[in-house]
């Protein structure tokens, strides 16, 4: 456990990258990489694990591969153009025919993730500004659509799209931000539009 977390040290001062922030992009409570780093949870689970990796934009294999001794070299990942494709509300419910097409976009984003479903989309408005501020860029993976408690998601709902955090029992989308905003209660049908699997911040 040494080993792994000093690797993770390493990786968020590589990325500069905080251990909450890390943890939110993972789809992990707030505290799950702190408490590793600080042996509160000293056999994290494998989700748990998975979640780490996510938020230190590694596969789960890049995380557990362990050095033998001395610092962790950062492991060269190619870089990936994900096209910028349109713009998702976070805040009320907005309406919309499909802004989400993959095809020709007027801008692209390079991430480290490499897959071949990804989309970028623009954040506008204050309800997710804990996880992804007004103005920031979420990396959408359309083919990841099935819904785990806790994970963020870009949804419609009756032809109107939001970026919310997904819990379960009941089944509902919460926001996560500074000023009070409500949590929608899934009444009728969702079209999941794709999991939010980074947040990408503009420093002023």
Excluded: C
Excluded at 25 to 45: E, F, M, Q, W, Y
Excluded at 131 to 146: H, L, R
Excluded at 150 to 159: D, F, N, P, S
């Amino acid at each position: 456990m040494t080993d792994l977390r000093e690797k993770i040290r390493s990786r968020l001062r590589e990325l500069s990258k905080s251990a909450r922030r890390a943890s939110l992009d993972g789809g992990l409570t707030s505290d799950a990489i702190r408490n590793v780093l600080r042996t509160k949870s000293r056999n994290p689970r494998r989700d748990t694990l998975e979640g780490i990796a996510r938020g230190l934009n590694w596969t789960l294999e890049e995380l557990l591969e362990l050095p033998s001794a001395g610092n962790v070299s950062a492991i060269e990942k190619p870089v990936q153009n994900v096209p910028l494709v349109s713009w998702v509300m976070a805040g009320r419910l907005t309406e919309t025919e499909d802004p989400y097409a993959v095809g020709d976009a007027a801008d692209y984003i390079a991430v480290t993730h490499q897959r071949n479903t990804l989309i970028a989309l623009k954040v506008n408005g204050q309800s997710m500004n804990r996880v992804a501020p007004e103005g920031s860029t979420v990396i959408v993976d359309y083919a990841d659509k099935s819904l785990e408690s806790g994970r963020y998601y870009v949804v419609k709902l009756g032809g109107d799209a939001t970026f919310k955090r997904y819990r379960s029992n009941p089944d509902r989308l919460e926001p996560d931000s500074t000023e009070p905003h409500e949590t929608v209660f899934i009444q009728s049908e969702i079209e999941v539009v794709g999991r939010v699997i980074q947040v990408i911040n503009e420093l002023g």
